[in-house]
């Protein structure tokens, strides 16, 4: 009997003696789950176009896939049918095309669904336009020239923000969109170069953070008359401003909204307390190369705590764990560079695109395989809380 087998026998057994509480049992099968990700052999997503695609996002069931590609272009995959045997193929549901008129004239920077709905979608681009889409006609409903716009972020808390749509800038600011009255109306400042990230938080709907390459990390109140309330520091000291000492490259939220991880061209990864304001201080593993690319990366669901965090380098995603800060592994997969991952939670999944103009999906290896694989992660921390509580 191998290392696998035991170790779910041992799992299985303590659940029967009742002596392994049911959360920690849930958790390690979840993490291990997680832990093998590897390429799928059952699922592929075929690209309408020969342009790579470039940004991705998942709406909030977990059934559309989304990806704007470096011309314009903008694809729906449905990834939810999945067939109990035999290959899945994802085919573009519909799409439009860089050629066409309502499409943007560089490349899609960002796609997000609407948090609330998946009949309506945002996408920005460096054609200085963010629009909103019908998804049932693939026509944009309206289209905002704000300026050069390299990310965007829609609050996911229903209430008087969730009609507001983030804009990071390359005039050092952040505008803020409202669809309700089809208006820009708020500009924030702090950044002393061009933004690069936004994100909403998931725990205030009047609080966003922003990063930028001047080595940022800002966290606003949209409510005040001086909405930048605190700059992220790196020794948290009150008189610095600096996270990084590089460009900050990507900026991701944990799904409680009490984290912010955030990576860097200076090599280092970070985790911040969006509560306190401060640096964790979790010693993470140097990235091996200087990260000098916005990228998006992604954390798993909570559900399987400590967060997994997946961050593009290069050709390659880096596998981290976001608590100790320990390099677990390697996705190799793709031969050119990878711009974004998306976390699919419902189906344990993760989709990467890349400049080689493929998206791949990881999964974990079907039943038989992974029973034969060394579970390399053991729940020491769970209770019988709830899954999300991480506070």
Not at 342 to 359: M, N
Request: charged share 20%; aromatic share 8%.
């Amino acid at each position: 009997m191998d290392v696998g087998t035991t170790n779910m026998v041992s799992l299985l057994y303590g659940r029967t003696l009742s002596s392994l509480p049911v959360t920690t049992f849930r958790h390690t099968i979840r993490s291990n789950l997680i832990l093998s990700l590897t390429i799928s052999d059952l699922c592929t997503i075929t690209p309408t176009t020969k342009h790579p695609t470039i940004s991705l996002d998942v709406d909030k069931d977990g059934e559309y896939l989304l990806g704007g590609d470096k011309k314009g272009g903008i694809a729906i995959y449905d990834v939810a049918k999945k067939k109990e045997h035999g290959l899945n193929q994802y085919k573009a549901v519909c799409s439009t095309s860089s050629e066409s008129e309502h499409s943007h004239s560089f490349s899609v920077n960002t796609v997000s669904w609407y948090p609330h709905d998946n009949g309506m979608f945002v996408s920005c681009s460096y054609d200085n336009h963010v629009k909103v889409w019908d998804t049932n006609t693939m026509v944009p409903v309206e289209d905002y020239s704000v300026g050069r716009v390299s990310h965007i972020s829609m609050s996911p808390k229903k209430g008087k923000t969730s009609s507001l749509i983030a804009c990071a800038l390359s005039d050092n600011t952040v505008k803020l969109c409202d669809m309700t009255s089809g208006a820009s109306t708020h500009v924030l400042r702090g950044h002393t170069g061009p933004a690069s990230t936004v994100v909403w938080s998931k725990r205030n709907q009047y609080a966003l953070f922003s990063c930028g390459k001047d080595g940022k990390i800002i966290a606003y109140d949209i409510r005040r008359a001086t909405p930048a309330i605190h700059f992220f520091d790196h020794a948290n000291r009150a008189s610095s401003e600096k996270a990084h000492s590089g460009e900050v490259t990507s900026l991701t939220q944990s799904e409680c909204g009490l984290y912010l991880i955030s990576s860097s061209s200076d090599r280092q990864i970070r985790v911040w307390n969006t509560n306190s304001g401060q640096n964790t201080m979790t010693n993470f593993d140097p990235m091996p190369t200087c990260q000098v690319t916005t990228v998006t990366a992604a954390l798993s669901t909570s559900a399987c705590y400590p967060g997994i965090l997946y961050l593009p380098l290069g050709s390659d995603i880096s596998v981290y764990d976001s608590l100790t800060g320990t390099k677990l592994s390697e996705l190799s997969g793709h031969f050119g560079r990878v711009t974004c991952v998306k976390f699919i939670k419902e189906q344990l999944q993760l989709v990467s695109c890349s400049h080689d103009g493929t998206i791949l999906v990881w999964e974990p290896p079907p039943p038989d395989d992974a029973a034969n694989s060394a579970t390399v992660y053991v729940d020491t921390w769970s209770s019988d809380d709830d899954d999300c509580d991480m506070t």
